[in-house]
């Protein structure tokens, strides 16, 4: 039985916070963003959870949708919230307690860093704090392995059935809508799996 990985990512983005905000805020988010955000009622509320540098919560922000944003590194927290103008929680998915409160939640290359074997935990919690009627928007590196990288981050790769046995005890989503884009960084080739995962309306 091979041990399991533990997270170690916030320990990496503490040391590299600055030169990791620096790369990623400049990625040109719009062809995500056109998927997501139709599904998201004018100025709802959206969680940005596993917020990074603060680029996805600004750029929501500016677009008149309330937000609020968390992520398990303090110094990227900080950041976000020099970035944003809003304050940013230190905080884990495994710690998320709300319940019906977000109209949306984007975890863009974030959930990514939760164990496999707390996935399903970290998926309950977002579910739980979805409004019904609400939508998830995640990505996953193409895979199904876990590994952690020469700089200490870990990593859970998901392709769509790996995914789909996490989903599996939510109960009211709709449907999922899942497909594949590549990594719009220079240099980087990577294949992502990117996933909508829609909340059934509340029942009348």
Not at 130 to 140: D, E, H, K, N, R
Not at 145 to 167: K, M, N, P, Y
Request: aromatic share 10%.
């Amino acid at each position: 039985m091979k041990p399991r990985i533990q997270a170690v990512s916030p320990s990496y983005y503490g040391q590299h916070a600055q030169a990791y905000a620096a790369s990623t805020r400049d990625v040109d988010m719009a062809p995500l963003y056109a998927r997501f955000l139709p599904h998201v009622p004018a100025g709802g509320l959206i969680l940005d959870a596993g917020c990074g540098s603060g680029r996805d919560a600004l750029a929501f922000l500016q677009r008149g949708y309330a937000v609020e944003a968390f992520d398990a590194s303090p110094e990227l927290a900080q950041l976000a919230t020099q970035h944003t103008g809003i304050p940013v929680k230190v905080m884990r998915f495994q710690e998320l307690d709300d319940t019906a409160r977000f109209d949306a939640i984007w975890t863009c290359a974030s959930l990514l860093h939760v164990p496999a074997h707390e996935q399903a935990q970290a998926w309950a919690r977002l579910w739980q704090a979805l409004q019904a009627g609400g939508v998830i928007y995640a990505s996953y590196k193409l895979g199904q392995g876990e590994r952690v990288d020469e700089g200490g981050r870990a990593f859970t790769d998901a392709d769509e059935q790996r995914l789909s046995e996490w989903l599996s005890p939510l109960p009211d989503v709709s449907y999922v809508d899942t497909w594949l884009s590549t990594d719009q960084r220079p240099g980087q080739a990577q294949t992502w799996l990117n996933a909508l995962v829609h909340r059934q309306p509340a029942k009348r």
